[in-house]
T-cell receptor, first 113, second 114 residues
Framework: SQTIHQWPATLVQPVGSPLSLECTVE??????LYWYRQAAGRGLQLLFY??????ISSEVPQNLSASRPQDRQFILSSKKLLLSDSGFYLC????????????FGPGTRLTVL | KNQVEQSPQSLIILEGKNCTLQ??????????LRWYKQDTGRGPVSLTI?????NTKSNRRYTATLDADTKQSSLHITASQLSDSASYIC?????????????FGGGTRLMVKP
């Protein structure tokens, strides 16, 4: 079965600083990958999804970007963080088109000060 | 617009008691509905999944129901334990060419007290 790793687990960054969050997946190949953000007390919001290397779709306009340099690696980035970027970031994977199960990583808690 | 609404937003119950969480959705076309449990600071973990044709599914002390006609689901927790304290998220799925796209409810935060 697949395992999703995320790091770092927690991060405190000043406004205007860059960001790089990494997600890697083990136990499956060619997964669909997703980045979600969960604001405090709120539901999960889909930020990006990827169906393959170099293929990124953005769900909402924002200060963040995503990249997929390898099949099982998904990176969330920002050039300049905003206060509103604070939240809990979750990486998820599903194992292909039509397959419905999404598995979530442990998450990264980002605080922008 | 695809939406998932959950109620109540938060709930406090005593250990050993039962509770029921509600979920209403407007997602279309509907593929399936999941209930996830999310412990504080952790990623969500799937509890149950139901497709259009299923109207009840159990997983240990968790029983989920689905009424696809009224677009409502419930999650019933029996004989609650302290470890049930978590957020419970209703997630409705539709499938497009990007795989499965999920619409998340805002969650119900459950606290079980001794």
């Amino acid at each position: 079965s697949q395992t999703i790793h995320q790091w770092p687990a927690t991060l405190v960054q000043p406004v205007g600083s860059p960001l790089s969050l990494e997600c890697t997946v083990e136990g499956t190949s060619n997964p669909n990958l997703y980045w979600y953000r969960q604001a405090a007390g709120r539901g999960l919001q889909l930020l990006f999804y990827s169906v393959g290397i170099g293929q990124i779709s953005s769900e909402v306009p924002q200060n963040l970007s995503a990249s997929r340099p390898q099949d099982r690696q998904f990176i969330l980035s920002s050039k300049k963080l905003l206060l509103s970027d604070s939240g809990f970031y979750l990486c998820a994977c599903s194992t292909g088109v039509g397959t419905d199960t999404q598995y979530f990583g442990p998450g990264t808690r980002l605080t922008v000060l | 617009k695809n939406q998932v609404e959950q109620s109540p937003q938060s709930l406090i119950i005593l250990e050993g008691k039962n509770c029921t969480l509600q979920c209403n959705y407007t997602v279309s076309p509907f593929s399936n509905l999941r209930w996830y449990k999310q412990d504080t600071g952790r990623g969500p973990v799937s509890l149950t999944i139901m497709t259009f044709s299923e109207n009840t599914k159990s997983n240990r002390r968790y029983t989920a129901t689905l009424d696809a006609d009224t677009k409502q689901s419930s999650l019933h927790i029996t004989a609650s334990q302290l470890s049930d304290s978590a957020s419970y998220i209703c997630v409705v799925s539709l499938i497009n060419n990007a795989g499965n796209m999920l619409t998340f409810g805002g969650g119900t935060r459950l606290m079980v007290k001794p």
